[in-house]
């Protein structure tokens, strides 16, 4: 057999010869885009701080367990204000009965009984001593409350994920320090290698080269790793599964006029989550307290039905028709073995609890203001401190540089120059990053934190919605 090739070239190679370069080709075609998969990356979202809040809020699992505890207190609400509502209630019925003893009456008595029956019933509650009308307002507040975990949960998920978006940022610039370094201990050791080979220094230079280069490496490893482990958290913040996340934005910012602590603890007592929900906790202890108050009083219902029931007592006994019944009812509990009274008194207790709370928490919330204010102070002042720092480091270098060039200056000038800028310029990077983080902080234990934008948000859906 001939194995067929260009029209005019013929061979007389076996086919079987040919066939494990065949299974080759054909192993190699279908593991080729196996490959190109494994050889490309995964693709990295690059997003700036206020995308990065957007898909927080929405993809957070806080906020996301938050807005559950909202559906839930809504059924909660609606099942408390089932109380006011009338109830009705259809009923059907059927039984059949034999007693033998009736015959006592008489032969002609009927033993047998089949009664069919069924209607509709409703009650009404008219007066509680004010029990429906507590339930009600209780439930209400209660939907206050599921949105200020809302708040709560949502302002810490935007503190935790810009805290988290700086620190990315400041791994970014730590790692271009340490990268700048290492460059600059290899231009210097190629400078040793070059003055060694022409005479004008000597093996210890050299050798003082290759070392600062290897001392310089770790510092680039470690930035790098660090550069993982923010993104990592950044993408567990977000709440978006295995997605590459990177933050696209600087550190650079202006110092602002620093916060008046009178003015923060103020805005704090107003907007603070925590606070609010335990204002409105109180509310509900208050009408907890009228509730069980209303255990031992007196209360009136109303009650009625409609129906039809069919007699069957064998025989010539057998008759049907409509019945129905309407009447007002009033209970009063006299003693109930003093249970509204302990009721009453755990009622009252808890209320009192929660107003010792609200006072802790707001003396907490104070100290938190102070410290929130005194860290972004101390933030800006060290910005402004370290701002021209950097610049005199960069001058001092390259004086020391030129120096050791023409022989008036040591290595360990240089050293000491290059040690002094390194330092500089990473104390100003993380400077920044604090200073940014304390604004945010500041705003999250003033209670604003996302404020603004989450009522933008909400003025734009109500405009789609119209």
Known sequence: MVWPVHPGIATKEPLSSRLPVIFTLILCLSFFPFMSALGEERSTLSLTLEEALQIAADKNKDIQKAREYRHWVEARYIEERAVALPQIMITASGSSSRDESQKAFGTNFPTKQDVWSSGIGVSQPIFTWGQIGASLRAAKVGLTTAEDQLRLYRQAAYRDVSASFYDILLSKNLNTIAIQNLEQKNRHS????????????????????????????PAVIRTENLIRIARERFRFLLGIGEQEVDANGNLETLIAEFPKYEEAVEVAGKKRPELSDLRHRIEIAKELVTIASAGDKPRLDFRGGLGWTNLDMGGDFQADGSNW???????????????????VGAAKSDLSSLKIEESKLRDSVSLQVRDACNAVREAGEIVK?????????????????????????TRLDVDDA???LVQARGNLARAKRDY???LVNLEWVMGTLGENREAQSSALRALRGK
């Open 190 to 217: 190629d400078e040793a290698q070059k003055k060694y080979s022409a005479g004008v220094a000597t093996e210890y230079d050299i050798l003082a080269g290759k070392v600062d280069v290897e001392n310089a490496r």
């Open 418 to 420: 290059e040690t002094n």
């Open 385 to 409: 401190a370290l701002s021209g720092t950097v610049t005199q480091a960069e001058r001092l270098l390259f004086m020391a540089e030129k120096g050791y060039e023409y022989g008036v200056k």
């Open 325 to 343: 019944s309407a009447g007002l009812f009033v209970t009063f509990p006299i003693f109930d073995g003093l249970r509204t009274r302990g009721k």
């Open 436 to 438: 940014l983080v304390a």
